[in-house]
Nanobody, 126 residues
Framework: QVQLVESGGGLAQAGGSLRLSCVATVQTLRPYTMGWFRQAPGKEREFVAAISWSETSTAYSDSVKDRFTISRGNGKRTVFLQMNSLNSEDTAVYYC???????????????????WGQGTQVTVSS
């Protein structure tokens, strides 16, 4: 069982930055990959970034690559998403997710993630 709580969302101006955080609480100590997904109004949920337990494997969607950076901290229990050069297309609810079955691989497939947070709203004004 993994519980995830996101924070750090809010309002940013185009060209600005935000940093999202997600803290994982696990009942049984085990490795897990963590990822970020987002869903904009009227659109399907899409992959943003992922990082493996060892932090040696990361993955980014083409739309955020070179602008967003995913990292882990706090004994690997926290995942961060540093978002720079924000634009209006980044407006969405951002969800943190955990994959306990493939902890050594940063996967982009949402169906691989069995645990999800409640989401945090990011709004970018132009």
């Amino acid at each position: 069982q993994v519980q995830l709580v996101e924070s750090g969302g809010g309002l940013a101006q185009a060209g600005g930055s935000l940093r999202l955080s997600c803290v994982a609480t696990v009942q049984t100590l085990r490795p897990y990959t963590m990822g970020w997904f987002r869903q904009a109004p009227g659109k399907e949920r899409e992959f943003v970034a992922a990082i493996s337990w060892s932090e040696t494997s990361t993955a980014y969607s083409d739309s955020v690559k070179d602008r967003f950076t995913i990292s882990r901290g706090n004994g690997k229990r926290t995942v961060f998403l540093q978002m720079n050069s924000l634009n209006s297309e980044d407006t969405a609810v951002y969800y943190c997710a955990a994959d306990i079955n493939r902890p050594w691989e940063a996967t982009a497939a949402a169906e691989n993630y069995g645990y999800w947070g409640q989401g945090t709203q990011v709004t970018v004004s132009s």
